[in-house]
């Protein structure tokens, strides 16, 4: 049967792609889009983005001596591409499964991944920082960031090109502008500059000019170098990365295959002694029409039908704790004024856009500006504003001094509504919530909520709303709610006060989030079994509900908590109170369920959770195992494999 990738099967390493020609090139551009395009439709991930960078990526591999020399790909959305072309073609269908190849850059995968990534705007410091590592050792390779006009919101992106604009180090950052096109002259002047500009006889030019303005007097000199800089600057809109100290080209159609082979091969032999911008105009989605016409570009798609772009899987009929969040603060804004909501730029991912079309006006979208959004939140706070901050768990890390420093530390009133509590599956570790329990609880004057249930996240929507004199946080897992029937839910939680679901002997659980439904499977089953636990829900890590905890200390042997963290969150909150602030000592044995020491690889999650002995099969496995006092509970060992 006659291949219909004919060019992309003949590749087996980068040697094999250099040896082509550029009309090889060209088809090579369909038939590897139309891989990635195949491949996404089977196993889900972020389409849009690759498509976009296919001759990019090509054109990269082509001019580039890799992985001797490095690309450094910002976030890793658009790595498709690149990981078909560098020997994990192979593996592709394994994309975001589980033990397969990860949907972003993985240092671990492949050499050809010089630095992982996931979260956006680390390129351009990390790819300075082999640069700098380079030099100092006298090394010879060349270094690539390609980096998103969305990532440029991140001030992190900044401070590298500031630092890195006055070192004077070869390093090469392409701007792969896809949306908010910082520059409109795109075309065959454009095109013609971009060549001239980086070509060695412009070059040269712009050394003959410094040594003229050398020969005139220091004023003269000066308007010499600005007429030269600022008539480039008004051509090619690349002041403001000159005056950052780089050497701006573009922009440039990152479609035309041609244009960017030969503006690179000029940058790849240019002797500049200073960081290269190159700005490159793309279209997210490109050559899908599906793609191209949807709203998001398919940034982010389940499994999908390649003919219609339509999605196999059917959506869930149940909601998701994200629209619970969203519709319940909605309907607390329109009974208050001062509700303010703020993301950065994960305004779908929160939920905020329903929010956003019923105020305008109360909604800020920042960007990827996390520590801004954080500050700006304590700002508004100061002023008698009630501002929600919806940032994801593993997004916050990167506003954790803001956290400290301008919210805790001046006890002002944010409310952090904290998305992706715990594993969220083929997104794997970069983006887990697996530590914000633990990075909250530490914190003077904060109260730290976790929801049980959908019922509990609308009580916790509505009880952060009346906290008016310290920050507060309450976090929630991804995906589709327990299903319960939720009647009209008007009161708030009492601070720091948790609640008894099941009343047992001899054992109880104590849980503190999204494990609950979990919990009450094991709980079911093994009383199906004959052993009968109590259940709680602590609701609050911080402060903890001491009644609660005396109450199970005195009434069970065995005590466990269970956390959707890392060590050093719930359970050792608990600890600390039982054996440090605790009058009365008990003989209660406790016990914490909580994330390994690990960072847990991409899979779904429910197998995420299995692997980690975390659902309601692991945390019964467990109960048994401490009980196990007697031959009947030896038995019931057996029939769950407990080794």
Known sequence: MKSNRPILDSINSINDLKKLSIDNLIELCNELRNETIEVVSKTGGHLGAGLGVVELTIALHYIFNTPHDKIIWDVGHQSYPHKILTGRRNKIHTLRQKDGLYGFTKRSESKFDPFGAAHSSTSISAALGMSLARDLQNKDFKVISVIGDGALSAGMAYEAMNNAGILNTQLLTILNDNDMSISKPVGAMSTYLSKLLSSKSYTSLRSIIKKIALKFPKKFANSLYRAEEYSKGFVTGGTLFEELGYYYVGPIDGHNLKDLIAVLKNINRSKIDKPILLHVITKKGKGYIPAEKSKDKFHGVDKFDVISGSPLKEKSKLKSYTNIFS??????????????????????????????????????????????????????ATEGLKPFAAIYSTFLQRAYDQVVHDVALQKLPVRFAIDRAGLVGSDGPTHAGSFDITYLSCL??????????????????????????????????????????????????????????????????????????????????????????????????????????????????????????????????????????????????????????????????????????????????????????NNKVFDIKEKVNVE
């Open 327 to 380: 519709e319940t603060l909605i309907k607390e804004a329109q009974k208050d004024d001062k509700i303010i909501a703020v993301t950065a730029a994960m305004s779908q991912g929160t939920g905020l856009n329903n929010f956003a079309k019923i105020f305008p006006n109360r909604f800020f979208d920042v960007g990827i500006a996390e520590q801004h959004a954080v500050t700006m939140c304590a700002g508004m």
């Open 444 to 629: 003077p004057n904060f109260i730290v909520m976790a929801a049980g249930d959908e019922q509990d996240l609308i009580r916790m929507v509505k009880t952060s709303v009346s906290i008016d004199d310290r920050p507060s946080a309450f976090r929630y897992p991804r995906g589709s709610v327990t299903g319960m029937e939720i009647n009209e839910i008007n009161n708030t939680l009492e601070i720091g006060k948790g609640r008894i679901i099941k009343e047992g002997n001899n054992l109880a659980v104590l849980n503190f989030g999204g494990r609950l439904s979990a919990c009450i499977e094991a709980k079911d089953n093994l009383s199906k079994k004959g052993i009968n636990i109590s259940l709680a829900d602590a609701r609050f890590a911080k402060p903890i509900d001491q009644n609660l905890i005396d109450n199970l200390l005195e009434s069970h042997e065995h005590l466990i908590t269970i956390e959707e963290g890392s060590i050093g969150g719930f359970g050792s909150i608990v600890l600390d109170y039982i054996h440090n602030k605790r009058i009365k000592k008990t003989k209660t044995k406790i016990f914490n369920i909580h994330f390994p020491d690990a960072f847990i690889d991409h899979a779904l999650p429910n197998e995420q959770y299995k692997s980690i002995d975390m659902d309601a099969e692991g945390i019964e496995k467990r109960i048994i195992e401490i009980l196990n006092v």
